[in-house]
């Protein structure tokens, strides 16, 4: 069973050696509409995982052969930034601080509310969501940037630190009016409405460092 909120955001990836926890956890998230995908052992959920996928995992901490531990550092390694949420009968101090360490979005100890879960996978899917947007409009910034002529970038990164146009204009050494046309096409072409959104973009972009924004007088 599936919902229709996009293909692999929604996926759930469940990693459990426990037969009977590993179904009865499926069955949950299959019951609220989850996309699911069930594994009884770390090293064969490593070896389906596609690097594109998306979603989240809820891994047992203690599994024969690979733990969820080194499936964890094994993701890393694939930089595949997918949420885990551990969970375990045996919550002891160091697993867990060492989990958390290594970016676990959740532990929950067994045997746990049901609801708990529930809420920790849909935070875990909505925290991934986000994270896959910005990273989108990451990309679709860089590329909007290249696509500025080299005088139009010569008036973007002024104005993105602060500078006005009658200073650009002196820095070019042409007149305010055409410093004022290239404003508004820079402006239109990388869809930013006021100045700071320019500032913003050249952020983004790691153009310009915000620590060395040039001040107003």
């Known amino acids: 069973m599936s919902n229709n909120t996009g293909p692999d955001t929604t996926t759930v990836y469940v990693v459990d050696d426990d037969a009977g926890m590993l179904e009865s956890t499926q069955w949950l998230l299959e019951s609220v509409g989850l996309k699911v995908q069930a594994y009884s052992d770390g090293r064969k959920f490593l070896?389906?995982?596609?690097?594109?996928?998306?979603?989240?995992?809820?891994?047992?901490?203690?599994?024969?052969?690979?733990?969820?531990?080194?499936?964890?550092?094994?993701?890393?390694?694939?930089?595949?930034?997918?949420?885990?949420?551990?969970?375990?009968?045996?919550?002891?101090?160091?697993?867990?601080?060492?989990?958390?360490?290594?970016?676990?979005?959740?532990?929950?100890?067994?045997?746990?509310?049901?609801?708990?879960?529930?809420?920790?996978?849909q935070q875990a899917l909505a925290a991934h969501q986000q994270s896959?947007?910005?990273?989108?409009?990451?990309?679709?910034?860089?590329?909007?940037?290249?696509?500025?002529?080299?005088?139009?970038?010569?008036?973007?990164?002024?104005?993105?630190?602060?500078y006005t146009s009658r200073e650009i204009a002196d820095q070019l050494g042409v007149s305010v009016k055409t410093i004022d046309l290239y404003r508004a096409r820079v402006m239109k072409r990388l869809g930013a409405e006021r100045l700071p959104d320019l500032t913003g973009i050249a952020i983004t972009a790691g153009l310009i460092d915000p620590l060395h924004l040039r001040s107003e007088s």
């Open 132 to 162: 896959s947007e910005l990273q989108l409009g990451d990309e679709q910034t860089g590329e909007l940037i290249t696509t500025l002529t080299r005088r139009e970038r010569d008036v973007f990164l002024p104005m993105a630190q602060g």
């Open 47 to 121: 070896d389906a995982l596609e690097d594109n996928r998306g979603g989240c995992v809820i891994l047992d901490i203690r599994m024969p052969g690979v733990g969820g531990l080194n499936v964890q550092e094994e993701l890393q390694k694939r930089a595949i930034e997918l949420p885990i949420i551990f969970v375990s009968g045996h919550a002891d101090v160091p697993i867990v601080v060492r989990a958390f360490k290594s970016g676990a979005f959740d532990f929950i100890e067994k045997p746990f509310n049901e609801q708990l879960l529930l809420d920790s996978v």
